[in-house]
């Protein structure tokens, strides 16, 4: 046999795991363990399958620069493609990050079927054919047909969806066209976050929770009755800023305990840096998961 380096030992030991679980007639490993960082989640009813772990890019980032990036392309890319290689298959980017041709040097080292990753972006267009025009340089930067989710950048204004309606729907006429499979909002206030959740158009919130209320839109028992009742609706929801950008990471187990036990978020991104990373928040995940206490 010939000798295996890491990479190639990383995809025969997923080859090999995916031909047992097809032998055992089980579909999908989340049906073994429901609290794996790879388990796979559903997002309300968009149909859209995602694992609970996803791999955030834009850690303190603004104007196509964030601490990913910054670290320069070999790191980041080896972040990446480490990430598909340990089984996450969410990528949370956004044209402020800059992450996208990263990605697509990623997908093309690591041989990533398109079909297998669930990618998010976002927007930061306000008016709608600014929104046409980067949902196409979008789609050329990753080199995809396709973009799974396209949130709405960072709303902040409680009559958002009104002001934004022009946008709104130049985003359901690119899922119409097949271009995106569905689309909704990150926002930045808690009066924007109620508007999204009542909103029947938003199909995704992208919502900062944790714990302590650390870079949240307010204190954490003001938010969870706005994401129940997004959930509730039907929305997909997916939680970040799990450890406060960083300042609680301290206290990662405390904050992955609490927000896996909450009936109101589908998955979670984290912003990585090194593979070591996303090692160890695999770990964390598959340990304090099961004692996840049901909020």
Same mark, same amino acid.
């Given at each position: 046999?010939?000798n295996?380096?890491?990479?190639?030992?990383?995809?025969?030991?997923?080859?090999?795991?995916?031909?047992?679980?097809s032998?055992?007639g089980?579909?999908?490993p989340?049906?073994?363990s429901?609290?794996?960082?790879?388990?796979k989640r559903?997002l309300g009813? @968009?149909g859209?399958?995602?694992?609970?772990?996803?791999?955030g /890019?834009g /850690? *303190?980032?603004?104007?196509?620069?964030s601490?990913q990036?910054?670290?320069g392309?070999?790191?980041?890319?080896?972040a990446?493609?480490?990430?598909?290689?340990?089984?996450?298959?969410?990528?949370?980017?956004?044209?402020q990050?800059?992450a996208?041709d990263?990605?697509?040097d990623a997908?093309?080292?690591?041989?990533m079927?398109?079909?297998e990753?669930m990618?998010?972006t976002?927007?930061?267009? %306000?008016?709608?054919d600014?929104? @046409?025009r #980067?949902l196409? %340089?979008? %789609?050329?930067?990753?080199d995809t047909?396709?973009?799974d989710?396209?949130?709405?950048?960072?709303?902040t #204004?409680?009559?958002? /969806?009104?002001?934004?309606?022009?946008c709104? #729907?130049?985003?359901?006429?690119? *899922?119409?066209?097949?271009v995106?499979r569905?689309?909704?909002?990150s926002?930045?206030?808690?009066?924007?976050?109620?508007?999204?959740a009542?909103?029947?158009?938003?199909?995704v919130?992208?919502?900062r929770?944790?714990?302590?209320?650390v *870079?949240?839109?307010?204190?954490?028992?003001?938010?969870?009755p706005?994401l129940?009742?997004?959930c509730?609706?039907?929305?997909g929801m997916?939680?970040?800023k799990?450890?406060?950008?960083?300042e609680?990471?301290?206290?990662?187990d405390?904050s992955?305990?609490f927000v896996?036990g909450? #009936?109101?978020?589908h998955?979670?991104? +984290?912003?990585?840096?090194?593979?070591e990373?996303?090692d160890?928040? +695999?770990?964390?995940i598959?340990t304090?998961?099961? @004692?996840?206490p049901?909020?």
């Amino acid at each position: 046999m010939r000798n295996l380096n890491r990479r190639d030992f990383m995809r025969y030991s997923a080859a090999a795991t995916a031909a047992a679980w097809s032998l055992r007639g089980v579909a999908q490993p989340e049906e073994v363990s429901a609290v794996a960082a790879t388990s796979k989640r559903t997002l309300g009813k @968009t149909g859209i399958q995602t694992t609970l772990l996803g791999m955030g /890019t834009g /850690t *303190k980032a603004w104007n196509k620069s964030s601490a990913q990036n910054r670290q320069g392309r070999e790191a980041f890319v080896r972040a990446l493609t480490h990430a598909y290689e340990r089984g996450l298959r969410y990528y949370d980017l956004a044209d402020q990050y800059g992450a996208h041709d990263y990605l697509k040097d990623a997908m093309r080292e690591a041989g990533m079927p398109r079909q297998e990753l669930m990618l998010l972006t976002k927007t930061n267009a %306000r008016k709608a054919d600014a929104i @046409t025009r #980067d949902l196409d %340089r979008f %789609r050329m930067e990753i080199d995809t047909d396709y973009l799974d989710i396209v949130l709405l950048h960072c709303m902040t #204004d409680a009559n958002w /969806t009104e002001k934004m309606k022009p946008c709104m #729907d130049a985003l359901s006429e690119a *899922k119409a066209r097949g271009v995106i499979r569905a689309h909704g909002v990150s926002c930045h206030t808690l009066d924007a976050l109620k508007a999204a959740a009542e909103s029947p158009w938003v199909e995704v919130m992208l919502s900062r929770i944790n714990p302590f209320g650390v *870079k949240m839109d307010a204190a954490t028992d003001e938010v969870l009755p706005v994401l129940r009742k997004a959930c509730e609706n039907g929305k997909g929801m997916l939680g970040m800023k799990i450890f406060g950008e960083g300042e609680t990471a301290d206290r990662a187990d405390e904050s992955l305990r609490f927000v896996l036990g909450l #009936d109101c978020i589908h998955a979670i991104t +984290i912003g990585f840096l090194t593979p070591e990373e996303i090692d160890d928040a +695999i770990r964390r995940i598959g340990t304090v998961g099961a @004692t996840a206490p049901s909020a």
